[in-house]
DNA sequence: AAGGGATGTCATGTC
DNA sequence: AAGACATGACATCCC
């Protein structure tokens, strides 16, 4: 980045223009997730202390027959661990999934519409570049670029936009050095068709390499979504339209370093940052030049809808298409006179600039959904790892209730005796209490009572 | 060469 | 109804 920057700004120095007026597009900024699961109510009781008396059999299937035989073992309580347990609960979204920030969406409206002049006389900001190195025509008047036709440039469900793949640079890029450029091939007037497009690029592609543009020109991937800049308009499109000034040879010769997937070729002198259909998008959101390109985007070839656009001559830079608010955009739209073909090209354009940007959000969105739900995962096994314990706890306790309840019940049988003296059987007899606190001595083969003993004479003796 | 990630685009649904 | 937005699906590129 830092390299990619001071190869910009010499580049700027060399043609003695102003930093660029960075307009920072969007970014609603997405909201973090809490954790949805609180943890507050767990732990619930007090892990039990009792200690179970020896012989308590502590199996919780034993019956309150079973003898104590056993001291309970020690259990861990959860306690004193819970808190360090949940306290991690807090899911950590990744931050660069949450630009923060006001990242206001648009230029001022002024600085929008100023370049909307007389409706017959296009502004030259248009295609311009704050930067000035990419104020030159778009691929139009100087030689050294011109896009190529790819198939993609061929489709458009407006006849004209159509198809998917992002930009492709043209293999001529740098072998097309002097071949006639769009300015060169009038369209504008005349309907924009596939064939006329392929007329208009064919010079590149007839190169017959098959290259990325990436491939040939050092490409600025800024993980970027943070700040969609859209500086003022740049310098002029139409001046480039009508008659291009030449390339200056300093940029020509000044190649930065390659970072990633760059290559040997130059950059096109009037690329645009609109990684794929003008859009202020992830690589190169810096700031807008021609078509709304920004400066980041000098790496990066045209991409189809800028070639599209140039080759209908339209008259705005592609990010006012895509982000004026649609009262404004339809008023850009009322001081021009467009063709058909023209329209229907910058509602394509503006359609899929939005949805771009709204993919690019949606798959944001989806990573931090993934994101918090593994957290939200990781939380629930802590919680079911304490809800384990607990249960096992539970159960400890209960089977040191039912040794106490059979030691008791063994207690009160050695203390009773029939009307013939003897004692009666724990096997033949079992002892119920009733709601009131009565006890009664039933016999397990379901007989009638013979005895009851009233609780306070069993708690007396 | 195959596989996966990143990205753009389209189609469709919702608001 | 039109526009914006969300999202699944697909294609393509690149590593």
């Not at 990633?260 to 992830?282: D, F, I, W, Y």
């Amino acid at each position: 980045m830092d390299l990619t920057w001071q190869e910009l700004m010499a580049i700027t120095e060399l043609q003695e223009l102003e930093a660029p007026n960075e307009t920072p597009f969007e970014c609603n900024a997405y909201h973090s997730y809490e954790p949805v699961v609180s943890f507050g109510g767990l732990g619930a009781g007090q892990p039990p202390t009792h200690t179970i008396p020896p012989g308590c059999d502590v199996n919780t299937t034993s019956g309150f027959e079973g003898h104590c035989s056993e001291v309970m073992p020690a259990c861990p309580l959860p306690g004193g661990t819970t808190e360090a347990l949940y306290g991690m609960a807090r899911s950590q979204l990744p931050c660069r999934l949450l630009p923060s920030g006001p990242h206001p969406l648009h230029p001022p409206l002024a600085d929008h519409m100023g370049m909307v002049g007389a409706p017959e006389v296009p502004q030259p900001e248009i295609l311009g570049n704050p930067q000035g190195h990419n104020c030159l025509p778009l691929g139009f008047g100087h030689g050294p670029y011109k896009q190529p036709v790819t198939p993609d440039d061929l489709e458009s469900d407006s006849g004209l936009s159509l198809g998917s793949s992002p930009p492709l640079a043209s293999p001529g890029n740098a072998a097309n050095v002097g071949a006639p450029s769009y300015a060169c091939v009038d369209v504008g007037g005349l309907g924009y068709s596939d064939r006329d497009h392929m007329e208009v690029e064919a010079g590149a592609e007839h190169s017959g390499v098959k290259a990325r543009a990436n491939r040939f020109y050092p490409v600025d991937h800024q993980p970027t979504m943070s700040s969609y800049s859209y500086p003022a308009p740049p310098a002029s499109y139409f001046n480039s339209v009508g008659g291009f000034s030449p390339i200056p040879t300093q940029l020509l010769q000044q190649q930065p370093t390659l970072p990633r997937r760059s290559q040997v070729l130059p950059p096109p002198q009037h690329e645009t940052h609109l990684n794929g259909s003008g859009l202020a998008g992830n690589h190169n959101d810096l700031c807008c030049g021609p078509y709304g390109r920004t400066k980041g985007a000098a790496d990066n070839p045209l991409s189809r809808d800028e070639r599209r656009a140039m080759a209908l001559k339209i008259p705005f830079p592609l990010h006012k298409i895509i982000n004026l608010p649609v009262d404004d955009f339809n008023e850009l739209l009322s001081k021009f006179a467009l063709s058909d073909t023209q329209l229907a090209l910058i509602r394509d354009i503006r359609r899929r600039g939005k949805n771009k940007v709204a993919a690019q959000n949606c798959r944001k969105r989806k990573l931090e959904n993934i994101v918090h739900l593994e957290g939200e995962l990781g939380q629930l096994r802590v919680q079911h790892e304490h809800l384990v314990r607990q249960r096992a706890e539970y159960q400890r306790t209960l089977a040191l209730a039912r040794c106490q309840l059979s030691d008791l019940c063994a207690e009160v049988f050695s203390k009773l005796r029939d009307e013939h003296g003897q004692p009666y059987s724990p096997q033949d007899y079992s002892l119920q209490q009733t709601g009131e606190g009565g006890i009664f001595l039933v016999p397990r083969n379901g007989g009638g009572i013979e005895a009851e003993l009233k609780a306070q004479n069993f708690l007396a003796h």
